[in-house]
């Protein structure tokens, strides 16, 4: 089986981007010790997106996460963060970034809220309404001032997420977002990452190894394994007329379709007819079909979900 | 960018919102109230200023509270890991650390306000100011409201020194507990480090950070418990001992790699 999308060169987007890149890495290498744990990561991640890192467990996502709001120094290479290296200016480069790095910690002994005043006071552009507005918007108004040692996980992610967008950062970073989510909390964070793209125009850059979430959240996913970024590919690309993909048939009678249309058109597989075409081709095979008197019961297409995909290029999730 | 004052701020709160401080505060202030009460109770005719100098014995509390607090302030961060959204703020990391450092510097003036100011009030409703005849210290010249105030200050400078020592050790090693156990083992075996290598006979003795603490020795002696240094001297020592301390905590916390 081919891959359907199609590969957009390393680095860079697809072309369509516009403007400068949010974030770009040249060449950034990290050791420690004697192990390499990202060797060369050279990309630019487009603004305006929400941009996948997605990688199996070990592959350096958290490094590189860490050393894109200075909390590593590079070995080599460097990241610029709106045009600011994040070494050189740090200052200049993180004010531009809220980030969550792995889970959101925060002070138990404090309230939600008086953790966020903590943040709030670490920079001059967070006014009082602006507090109640990350509230309201992650949805902790009733429990803001319990103390955040009573917080469920969930809660705790919100929490990560409002001290993350207090200062309407350009960049937003998350690491691993959905973990301790519920299913309802996932959708909504989703809907939310989406909207903070739309109406504020933040770039936002999520590490993951949950292949499913990337696929519906992101617009274009990095893959990287063993510290090499070895893929970059645009997702939700509007599938045009011509685009082939396998379609299944699930028809009452699949051996006299297939006599029907053709032995070369397509195969049998699982006792459906599976067959290789276009739009306009399901829609014809589909007439040919009814007006013989098959019943069709179904048809679907087989897109590979880019789990598959992935594991084949990572070697089955393989931990190098 | 905002205001450094907002960094010391957020430390305080830090601090203060803890229950755990509380409980020292309060533990305190209770020694601070009821020993000059004890000390009424067990000496006969001794003077306002002689049960303060008493009370002084135990300003090791204010002092290992204050060890506590500063072990907590870095290492603490980290092991709750809040230390990564600290960090990733529009401030560099050393105003972060000095922020810490100055709020710490705060508790040990507030803790040792409390213990004295509190001690001086009890003391100076039981006792009576002017006698001072039979001090229970003994051996001294000069005015014992002196020596107090003398030995407080140098109780002070003992404690800016642990607590930095602590400090660097929260940063050093990130454990809050491994710092607390480091300073309070120093400042026990000190004394005994100083018996082994004593200054009186091994020149390198005098230049060893015990020799040199509780300066309190120079207020009987001007060449102290030796007989090798003077004050100047052992000011001088504290110092490079304090600037070695500061600067490595600094310069490990600058350049850290973040990984908790």
């Known amino acids: ?320 | 960018m905002s205001n450094f004052f907002g960094l010391i701020h957020n430390e305080n709160i830090k601090i203060y919102a803890r229950m755990r401080t509380w409980v020292m505060l309060g533990v305190l202030a209770l020694i601070a109230l009821l020993m000059p009460v004890l000390i009424h109770f067990v000496s006969e005719g001794i003077g306002l200023w002689s049960a303060m100098n008493t009370l002084l014995l135990f300003s090791f509390l204010p002092t290992v509270f204050t060890i506590a607090v500063a072990a907590d302030s870095a290492a603490g961060e980290f092991s709750r890991g809040t230390i990564k959204l600290l960090l990733i703020r529009p401030w560099s990391r050393s105003k972060i650390l000095l922020s810490k450092y100055i709020s710490v510097l705060l508790f040990m003036l507030a803790v040792y306000a409390l213990f004295a100011g509190l001690g001086l009030l009890m003391s100076s409703l039981l006792f009576d100011t002017e006698s001072a005849a039979n001090d229970m210290i003994g051996q001294l010249t000069g005015s014992l409201g002196d020596y107090f105030w003398w030995s407080l200050l140098y109780r002070l400078v003992d404690c800016l020194i642990y607590f930095t020592m602590a400090f660097m050790f929260s940063v050093v090693f990130r454990s809050n507990s491994l710092a607390v156990a480091l300073t309070i083992i120093l400042l026990f075996i000190g004394d005994l480090v100083t018996l082994l290598i004593s200054p009186e006979r091994y020149e390198i003795g005098r230049y060893l950070l015990f020799a040199n603490l509780d300066l309190s020795q120079y207020i009987s002696s001007e060449t102290g418990n030796y007989g090798v240094t003077t004050i100047g001297f052992s000011l001088a020592v504290l110092a490079v001992y304090y600037v070695i301390f500061l600067a490595l905590t600094f310069w490990v916390f600058r350049k850290r790699d973040v990984a908790a």
């Open chain 1, 1 to 320: 089986m081919e891959i359907i999308s199609d590969k957009i060169p390393i680095p860079g987007g697809s072309g369509k981007t516009v403007g400068e890149p949010v974030v770009r890495f040249d060449n950034v290498v990290k050791r420690i010790g004697r192990k390499t744990i990202i060797e060369g990561l050279t990309l630019d991640v487009p603004p305006g997106q929400v941009y996948g890192f997605l990688g199996p467990n070990g592959s350096g996502k958290t490094t590189t996460i860490r050393m894109m709001t200075g909390l590593m120094a590079p070995s080599a290479g460097d990241i610029i963060i709106c045009g600011h290296s994040i070494t050189g200016q740090f200052e200049q480069a993180i004010s531009q970034v809220g980030a969550i790095v792995e889970n959101p910690e925060m002070y138990g002994y404090l309230s939600g809220y008086q953790n966020l005043l903590q943040y709030a006071r670490m920079r001059s552009d967070v006014p009082k309404e602006r507090i109640g507005e990350v509230i309201r918007f992650t949805g902790l108004e009733h429990r803001i001032h319990d103390k955040v040692s009573t917080y469920s996980l969930g809660m705790r992610q919100r929490l990560g997420v409002a001290q993350a967008i207090l200062h309407r950062p350009k960049l937003l970073i998350l690491d691993e977002p959905t973990n301790g989510l519920d299913p309802q909390g996932i959708r909504e964070l989703r809907d939310y990452l989406r909207e903070l793209t739309r109406s504020e125009g933040t770039t936002v850059f999520v590490s993951s190894h949950l292949l499913s979430e990337m696929e519906l959240m992101c617009d274009t996913v990095a893959i990287i394994q063993a510290g090499r970024l070895i893929d970059v590919r645009e997702l939700h690309s509007e599938a045009d007329a011509d685009t082939t993909v396998e379609t299944a048939f699930d028809v009452d009678r699949v051996e006299e379709a297939l006599v029907l249309l053709g032995e070369e058109i397509g195969i049998i597989r699982d006792g459906r007819l599976v067959v290789r075409t276009n739009r306009q081709g399901i829609a014809e095979i589909n007439m040919r079909l009814v007006q013989a008197g098959i019943a069709v019961y179904g048809i679907r297409t087989l897109t590979r979900s880019l789990e598959d995909q992935f594991l084949e290029m990572t070697g089955g999730g393989h931990i190098v």
